[in-house]
């Protein structure tokens, strides 16, 4: 069980490369790979990727990161029935999203056992009941990595900062004790530029810093390869943005994430890209670009503080197959925004599946 406990900075210089596991030879799955910051104050230590440098990351595969519930978990009971457990140990930690329209009833908790391909046991009592049955299927996400990065604690915060022409891939990899309001250590930053990469994909990020004054990920370069892919996150602050990506003249894939949260927002102001098939649960949508969308489709968000979707700038183009459910305020608010909507689904939401102001709407 592999440990780097450093109290100061790691720098990945220009043609400089940061192995832990590689593409062939993966971190194995009995052991462990850990790069802890010892921090003095928030956000003093971390992990720079400099322009031309190289960070390479790569955990033990996990056969199941992301479920949904098959049946409704109590509050008050332990046992939690899913549609896969393949993979899950115990200690392992999950997260369960909310299914009613008050975000915080998300929750986090760790396997004591695992009773079947389909159920485990949880270590302590659910305070909150998770619905399972469709069309109100909660997510269940698993945290666990055998490889992780993290700062000292959720008050003594670490980051990772990732410069223009860096590479930064990342599979099945943990990251927690992230984040600050400081530029460039907001958690993960990416500038990737057009020579750049930035992947992740099947990592976990959790238990971030609860002052950050952007996302805990954030990618504001202008172009370049940008892959965030079969990810889960889960957040414990309301209020917040959990992941950002600014106008790029790139085309971002974000496909296949769940994120389980207690009512933050995920910001898109680039829809150049793909946006598919990602679920939200207790994270809203707020679409921030006035350009016109390219794939913005097959969503599942509910359980949100406020609206499901909602349309910061003047975005035009094609949303489809969308289901959106129980929201504190609509499924989908329109403002100033020239959209259809088509195949889509929105139930119980507390105002309006849908509202529209000064808009063009089909």
Not at 21 to 31: A, F, H, K
Not at 259 to 287: E, H, P, Q, Y
Not at 316 to 337: E, F, H, K, P, V
Request: aromatic share 8%.
């Amino acid at each position: 069980n592999y440990i780097l406990d450093l109290a100061g900075n790691l720098n990945v210089w220009g043609d400089g490369t940061l192995n832990i596991g590689t593409s062939g030879t993966r971190i194995p799955s009995t052991s462990t790979a850990l790069l802890e910051f010892t921090n003095a104050v928030n956000v003093d230590r971390g992990l720079e990727v400099r322009a031309g440098g190289t960070a390479n990351l790569y955990g033990a595969t996990k056969t199941t990161t992301q479920t949904l519930l098959t049946a409704d978990a109590a509050s008050g009971q332990k046992v939690v029935t899913v549609a896969s457990t393949s993979g899950w140990v115990a200690n392992d930690v999950i997260a369960l999203a909310s299914t009613t329209r008050t975000a915080s009833q998300s929750e986090k908790a760790t396997i004591s056992t695992g009773d079947s391909g389909t159920q485990i046991t949880t270590g302590a009592n659910l305070t909150n009941t998770h619905h399972g049955v469709s069309p109100y299927q909660g997510e269940v996400v698993n945290l666990t990595r055998n490889l992780a990065i993290r700062g000292t604690s959720q008050s003594l915060c670490a980051y990772v900062n990732c410069a223009t022409t860096s590479s930064f891939i990342a599979e099945y990899a943990e990251f927690s004790f992230l984040g600050s309001a400081t530029g460039s250590k907001r958690g993960i930053d990416s500038a990737t530029t057009s020579s750049g990469t930035f992947s992740v994909k099947f990592c976990s990020f959790y238990d971030y810093n609860s002052t950050l004054a952007a996302a805990l990920i954030n990618v504001t370069g202008s172009s370049g390869s940008v892959t965030i892919e079969d990810c889960v996150l889960y957040s414990s602050h309301s209020t917040q943005t959990a992941f950002g990506i600014t106008a790029t003249s790139g085309t971002p894939s974000i496909q296949r994430n769940y994120w389980v949260a207690v009512g933050v927002t995920i910001a898109l102001a680039d829809v150049g890209g793909t946006f598919k098939d990602n679920r939200m649960g207790g994270c809203a949508l707020d679409v921030r670009e006035t350009a016109t969308i390219s794939t913005l489709s097959d969503l599942v968000i509910h359980s949100t503080t406020a609206s499901g979707i909602g349309t910061s700038n003047s975005p035009q183009g094609a949303i489809s197959n969308l289901t959106i459910w129980r929201c504190t305020d609509y499924g989908i608010n329109l403002s100033s925004a020239n959209i259809s909507i088509s195949n889509s689904n929105f139930y119980h939401n507390r105002l309006a599946g849908i509202n529209f102001n000064q808009s063009n709407l089909n």
